[in-house]
């Protein structure tokens, strides 16, 4: 890595930022606002909103620019589910357009949303449960 490189001077975090920027680019020039305002919001606004990613998109492009960028919100979607990132997996899964994924995508991230769901409910239920034991022990 020579000293100028982005990795000596950034880190790994200049890399995301322009991958994110430019995700965001393409979902914009194409239409795809929803898409777009998950990746800034996953990017917590720190992306660059003003670059442009120079290519001349065709109307036959929307499809797989579509594809990419709901591959790219379901991926990040399944690796925050992983981490345990609700909040990044929440965005992700607002953020898609689950009829465009293919089939066996949609039903895994539906899957995923539903047992987010209940592991959050079944938490906080037991939560709630152990503060009413402990309050009724005081009392």
Do not use: W
């Amino acid at each position: 890595v020579h000293e100028e490189s982005k990795t000596n001077q950034y880190g790994d975090n200049l890399f995301v930022k322009e991958h994110q920027s430019i995700f965001y680019s393409i979902a914009m020039q194409n239409g795809l606002v929803k898409q777009a305002e998950a990746i800034a919001k996953l990017s917590q606004d720190r992306i660059n909103k003003e670059f442009k990613f120079e290519y001349n998109f065709q109307k036959d492009d929307l499809n797989l620019v579509k594809q990419m960028i709901n591959d790219f919100l379901y991926f990040r979607a399944v690796k925050s589910f992983k981490r345990n990132l609700t909040k990044d997996f929440d965005i992700c899964y607002d953020g898609l357009d689950i009829e465009s994924l293919p089939e066996s995508n949609a039903k895994s991230i539906v899957q995923l949303n539903k047992v987010k769901k209940y592991n959050f409910e079944y938490r906080y239920k037991s939560i709630i449960k152990s503060l009413k034991e402990i309050k009724a022990k005081i009392i």
